[in-house]
């Protein structure tokens, strides 16, 4: 494995994270605020009266009364307009989920910018309560006291705010582009592709024969690991499935794909010893089983087929009755196969994984290749098979894989999907003009099918 693609591996699952919630960032904020109101104020203290001239002239110069007037404005105007921001983000979500798919939810609910924006309202709330607190009438025992720099601050603030919402506004117009939602998801499975590529937990078993015959057979009192929790599986830790393997001498062999769905006490994982070396086996399957990380919701992290999913249920919604928007579904098509392209252009998953001395430690259950383009246009065929458009850009995505494929069963995959789809448009009603269009289609992506041998 190499050390910089597990880290970044770590670092994804970390902002993963935090990034799918929406209240990390602007408690930070918010605390941060806190801490900034309640230190500024004793700096004044300690300096007001050492300002010089020019920056006297700059900072707040009301009284008492000015100064609670002023903050009391900004905590009020910002904790609405933090109403605002909230309200038209559940507005986003609202129309993401109706107009393309439940899935790009929790890409809304991530925004960095609706992170932000949020944490500099709250934030600024939070800082001009805090400082208002410190704002003191004259007694007998003491002066007035204005913190001068720390009032400025807030209407620093407050205009960075305003600022700050006006890009906001602008933002969620453009996020709720559905062209806009394909970019982003189609930026986020090709990082999860480049992640996955670049992580490699061991010694590689390649996916050839030789590879193949290095594999351990499944012996008959192999054991079980029962699945802890139901859900989707979001991400498995390999290196520690292989560093636990190796410590323990013995082999782990994967069930579940990670995407998939777990049911509480079905197989997830089999594993079996090398030898009877009496290696210190106790609690290992508690250990192999806290290697696996499910949730209630698929994530991009790790699950390669994700974003496809995403993508194939754009185009799925887009050639419902209801919406019957098929241009969105020929560019949803266009990042799917990009997507596909760039799996069929690199390498096969790894067959197993092997400890340093070569003996294989874990069988991975892999990412099929067919699984995936099945998820990318399966769907599709199905529901726009009706539509020339559609159908023309699937012979589209088929010719456009065939160029980067590599090898030999990747290239009988986007055969049999070729033949499957001209079945579905010959049981279609199309005219002459058309079928001769696709005939054209299919004769493209045939010829590229046959150049990549």
């Known amino acids: 494995m190499t050390r910089q693609g597990a880290v970044r591996r770590r670092l994804a699952s970390a902002r993963e994270a935090v990034a799918s919630r929406l209240w990390p960032v602007p408690l930070a904020a918010v605390v941060l605020a806190v801490i900034l109101g309640i230190a500024l104020p004793l700096v004044d203290r300690a300096v007001d009266d050492d300002l010089p001239a020019s920056v006297a002239d700059l900072v707040f110069s009301g009284g008492v009364d000015a100064a609670r007037a002023v903050l009391s404005a900004i905590a009020g105007s910002l904790i609405t307009a933090a109403s605002l921001t ?16 439940p899935r790009l939810l929790r890409m809304f609910s991530s925004d960095g910018m609706v992170h932000a924006t949020l944490a500099l309202f709250l934030g600024t709330f939070a800082y001009a309560l805090t400082v208002l607190r410190t704002v003191e009438d004259a007694t007998e025992d003491a002066e007035e006291f204005v913190p001068r720099l720390a009032v400025t ?8 705010s305003v600022v700050v919402l006006t890009f906001f506004l602008a933002h969620l117009a453009r996020q709720l582009r559905v062209e806009t939602m394909m970019r ?34 499944r012996p008959a009192d192999a054991r079980r690991v029962m699945a802890p929790t139901s859900g989707f599986l979001t991400g498995v830790d390999r290196a520690e499935l292989v560093r636990l393997a190796t410590e323990a001498d013995i082999v782990v062999r994967e069930l579940r794909t990670i995407g998939s769905a777990v049911v509480e006490g079905t197989p997830l994982v089999e594993w079996w010893p090398v030898s009877a070396a009496s290696a210190d086996r106790d609690g290992i399957e508690e250990r192999i089983s806290a290697a696996f990380a499910a949730a209630y919701e698929r994530t991009a992290n790790q699950d390669v087929g994700f974003g496809l999913r995403q993508l194939a249920d754009i185009a799925a919604k887009a050639l419902s009755p209801g919406v019957n928007d098929p241009t969105t579904a020929v560019h949803a098509l266009g990042h799917i196969a990009s997507l596909l392209g760039d799996l069929a252009d690199g ?24 699984a995936l383009v099945e998820i990318g246009v399966q769907q599709v065929r199905r529901y726009g098979a009706g539509d020339p458009d559609v159908v023309s850009r699937l012979f589209g995505v088929i010719e456009d894989v065939a160029w980067r494929v590599r090898h030999p069963e990747h290239r ?40 990549t041998l």
């Open 86 to 101: 909230f309200s038209l983000t559940v507005v986003a979500l609202q129309l993401a989920s109706s107009q393309a798919s």
């Open 153 to 160: 601050a807030a209407s620093l603030l407050t205009l960075a």
């Open 184 to 217: 982003d998801v189609h930026r986020e499975a090709s990082r999860t592709i480049a992640l996955q590529a670049d992580a490699e937990p061991g010694v590689a078993v390649p996916a050839s024969a030789a590879g193949a015959a290095s594999i351990p057979a």
């Open 347 to 370: 390498e096969r998953p790894a067959l197993g994984y092997a400890d340093q001395r070569g003996a294989v430690r874990l069988i991975p259950a892999a990412d099929d290749f067919g």
């Open 412 to 451: 009988a995959v986007l055969r049999s999907q070729l033949e499957r789809l001209e079945r579905s448009v010959a049981d279609a009603d199309y005219d002459e003009h058309e079928r001769a269009r696709f005939a054209r289609d299919a004769e493209s992506a045939r010829t590229a099918l046959d150049a």
